[in-house]
């Protein structure tokens, strides 16, 4: 801690602070931003035109997320991000950049995170495996995985072969009440947003 604070003191004193003020979190763990009073009181204190200063970024928080969003509520309120370890100085243009650089990369790392997600999905449904939610008309869950419900499966196919015939969402429903075909609530009502959702479904899974 003792040489931490003459690093924030020398970095003050090199850029001719007029004031300098200590805020420690002795002993707290970096990995969460809302149970450190030292950072609550740094982040309360600073104003327009001042510059919190960090030994380094994992002082500051242990996440991404977190140290980006700080460095968001600094930059509203026009105060400068010091890290001296990562030379990160917000009050240079260079050190701008590396924050907006940081900012990209994380986002990129949530975008792949969401890729990886979406093919592991697509892969369990392909192989028929139920992938969370309710199970979509059509179907049953056993196991973990999807097996065709018979009965719900020609409501399925009488609405894709209306559709393709150009009915209007309106009239295969009132086709499906005709012929008796329940919901999976048991209803014999159908509403033109439950058959969409089957058209739209049914059209990514069976694509042409």
Same mark, same amino acid.
């Given at each position: 801690?003792?040489?931490?604070?003459?690093?924030? =003191?020398?970095?003050?004193?090199?850029?001719?602070?007029?004031?300098?003020?200590?805020?420690?979190?002795?002993?707290? /763990?970096?990995?969460?931003?809302?149970?450190?009073?030292?950072?609550?009181?740094?982040?309360?204190?600073?104003?327009?035109?001042?510059?919190?200063?960090? *030994? /380094?970024?994992?002082?500051?928080?242990?996440? !991404?997320?977190?140290?980006?969003?700080?460095?968001?509520?600094?930059?509203?309120?026009?105060?400068?991000?010091?890290?001296?370890?990562? &030379?990160?100085?917000? !009050?240079?243009?260079?050190?701008?950049?590396?924050?907006?650089?940081?900012?990209?990369?994380?986002?990129?790392?949530?975008?792949?995170?969401?890729?990886?997600? %979406?093919?592991?999905?697509? *892969?369990? =449904?392909?192989?028929?495996?139920?992938?969370?939610?309710?199970?979509?008309?059509? *179907?049953?869950?056993?196991?973990?995985?999807?097996?065709?419900?018979?009965?719900?499966?020609?409501?399925?196919?009488?609405?894709?072969?209306? %559709?393709?015939?150009?009915?209007?969402?309106?009239?295969?429903?009132?086709?499906?009440?005709?012929?008796?075909?329940?919901?999976?609530?048991?209803? !014999?009502?159908?509403?033109?947003?439950?058959?969409?959702?089957?058209?739209?479904?049914?059209? &990514?899974?069976?694509?042409?």
């Amino acid at each position: 801690m003792e040489a931490q604070e003459a690093k924030v =003191r020398a970095w003050a004193e090199l850029n001719s602070a007029d004031q300098v003020v200590i805020f420690k979190d002795e002993g707290l /763990s970096g990995k969460r931003s809302d149970n450190r009073p030292g950072l609550t009181a740094a982040l309360d204190a600073a104003d327009r035109g001042d510059a919190l200063v960090v *030994y /380094s970024l994992s002082r500051l928080s242990r996440s !991404t997320k977190d140290t980006l969003a700080l460095s968001d509520l600094l930059q509203r309120r026009e105060v400068d991000l010091v890290s001296l370890s990562e &030379k990160i100085d917000t !009050t240079t243009a260079a050190g701008k950049m590396v924050f907006r650089l940081l900012a990209v990369l994380s986002e990129f790392e949530r975008d792949q995170i969401s890729d990886r997600t %979406r093919a592991a999905l697509q *892969y369990k =449904r392909a192989n028929g495996q139920k992938t969370g939610g309710d199970v979509p008309f059509g *179907y049953r869950a056993r196991s973990g995985r999807l097996i065709e419900n018979e009965k719900e499966q020609e409501a399925v196919r009488k609405i894709l072969a209306l %559709r393709r015939k150009g009915k209007s969402l309106r009239d295969i429903c009132q086709a499906l009440e005709a012929a008796g075909h329940r919901r999976k609530s048991g209803s !014999t009502q159908w509403a033109p947003t439950a058959v969409l959702r089957i058209c739209e479904r049914e059209a &990514k899974s069976r694509p042409e």
